[in-house]
């Protein structure tokens, strides 16, 4: 089967969405599919990885990088800030489709924008079209105009599948699309962690993720750290924030939380080894909205075993923890005083049991297995083609 895969962030990004291309690429090319790669050339906006040779071993994946034309600061388009991508890829895509046409095309969005290319190269060629949703389009709770527009019911219609990551999508686009044509394939797990962190004399307690300052911000845990009686430390995994770094000097912790910028997977494992606990945060969906999004970093949190500091709105991720975590603690900061109980009640338990591993279910570890969720997008794909 031969695949045109259009995945905007895929490595050497190390955008958080690049590792699920490079996870089914690679499983679907160890299938027996071809697969033509194309993605985004520019990786200063979000870093990339130290080793550049990510692709160079699979012989069944050529990786096509494209350069987005300098436009996107004109005006916005209804899609997304990334419109500028669209006409580079879509004149590349029918340039590879000419010389080695596919069976099916698959699209990884966001950008939304590459939707709109997927559609018409499946109008034009009249070939089978299957997108993945990571987030929601007009579905999602952040930041969204909660309106169906044109260009995702062109896109929708055009489609033969759809796949979506979180259970709220996989209901909501049911209505909008059709049963028969929604999929649910979450987000996997990329490691597991069956071992307790190293002795220190600090508590531990990680982070990975970028800061935003609106969905996302440091302010109520690193206020309440600044509180804490025992000593503490806090990893902070992911980009370099000029806001973070602020909250960091004015609540005083500049010896107690540690910057690691933007590392790529096996990095993260060996940072993620060395916390005895994890925290995770969003702030509150926009008025009206649920928390439809499935935060990916939750499932590989799950999979560490280590007790899991949530400051989260009700939703999709915090429901998903409560399953599934082996230990949770929640907060918020609306409530600071059950805040500190709760880091003065991990701080214990760690100090009690600072070998412990909270493994989560069986049934956690075979669903969000990503050998099983890969197989399942190759049946998705082949059945699309047929």
């Known amino acids: 089967m031969k695949i045109l895969y259009l995945s905007y962030f895929s490595p050497p990004h190390l955008h958080a969405s690049a590792n699920r ?36 071993h699979d012989t069944l994946i050529t ?24 006409i580079p890829s879509l004149l590349q895509c029918c340039r590879q489709i000419i010389s080695n046409r596919p069976d099916v095309i698959m699209v990884s969005c966001p950008p939304f924008s590459s939707a ?23 579905r999602a709770s952040y930041f969204a105009k909660g309106c169906i527009s044109r260009w995702e019911k062109s896109a929708l219609r055009q489609a033969t599948r759809l796949v979506v990551t979180s259970q709220s999508d996989w209901i909501a686009y049911q209505r909008l699309a ?17 071992h307790a962190s190293e002795k220190h004399a600090s508590f531990t307690l990680g982070y990975c993720g970028t800061w935003d300052s609106f969905r996302r911000s440091a302010k109520g845990i690193l206020s309440q750290l600044a509180k804490v009686s025992f000593p503490v430390r806090f990893i902070n995994i992911g980009h370099y924030q000029p806001g973070f770094s602020r909250l960091v000097d004015d609540y005083g912790l500049t010896e107690s939380v540690v910057m690691t910028g933007p590392v790529d997977k096996e ?19 926009d008025r009206g909205k649920k928390d439809t999004h499935l935060a990916a970093k939750a499932i590989d949190y799950v999979a560490s075993g280590r007790p899991i500091l949530a400051e989260l709105p009700e939703g999709e991720t915090l429901s998903f923890l409560r399953r599934y975590a082996g230990q949770l603690y929640e907060v918020s900061t609306g409530d600071p005083a059950a805040y500190q109980q709760q880091l ?21 570890y075979q669903a969000f297995d990503a050998r099983v969720l890969a197989s399942r997008l190759y049946r998705i794909l082949d059945e699309a083609r047929a």
Request: aromatic fraction near 16%; include cysteine.
């Open 267 to 285: 990095q993260v494992r060996g940072a993620l080894s060395q916390c005895d606990a994890l925290f995770i945060q969003n702030g509150p969906p």
């Open 178 to 194: 059709g049963k028969d044509k929604v999929v649910w394939i979450p987000h996997s797990y990329d490691f597991t962690l069956d």
């Open 116 to 138: 709109m290319v997927g559609y018409y190269l499946s109008r034009w060629f009249d070939l089978p079209l299957v997108l993945d949703f990571r987030d929601g389009w007009s």
């Open 21 to 56: 291309s490079l996870c089914f690429a690679q499983y679907l090319a160890r299938a027996g599919c071809e697969i033509q790669l194309v993605r985004e050339q520019d990786t200063l906006r979000y870093g990339k990885r130290e080793k550049q040779n990510c692709w160079q």
């Open 63 to 86: 990786n096509q990088a494209v350069a987005s034309w300098n436009i996107e600061w004109l005006w916005r388009r209804e899609q997304d800030m990334r419109w500028g991508w669209i």
């Open 344 to 364: 003065h009640a991990m701080y214990q338990q760690w100090q009690q049991h600072p070998q412990q591993v909270y493994r989560s279910s069986d049934e956690f």
